[in-house]
């Protein structure tokens, strides 16, 4: 559907940020902002399928091996 648009290490970073907020969800003990944790979902997604509505947007490629 969208074309690939996150490089290597972008893609790594979303991950590690993604896997790092969704662990604050599940270890978080006060219910206040706890749901806040799940936009983690939104880097670990676009990391794991490699590619960034927001990028396509903007017009922006970290993706050496696709560009244009």
């Not at 006060?30 to 590619?51: Q, S």
Request: with cysteine; hydrophobic share 50%.
């Amino acid at each position: 559907m969208f074309r690939t648009n996150v490089g290597g290490i972008d893609r790594v970073l979303r991950i590690v940020v993604g896997l790092a907020l969704l662990a604050g969800f599940f270890l978080d003990t006060d219910a206040t902002w706890r749901w806040a944790y799940l936009i983690g979902l939104v880097p670990l997604l676009t990391g794991l399928f490699g590619t960034c509505p927001a990028y396509s947007l903007l017009g922006l490629n970290t993706c050496p091996m696709k560009k244009g």
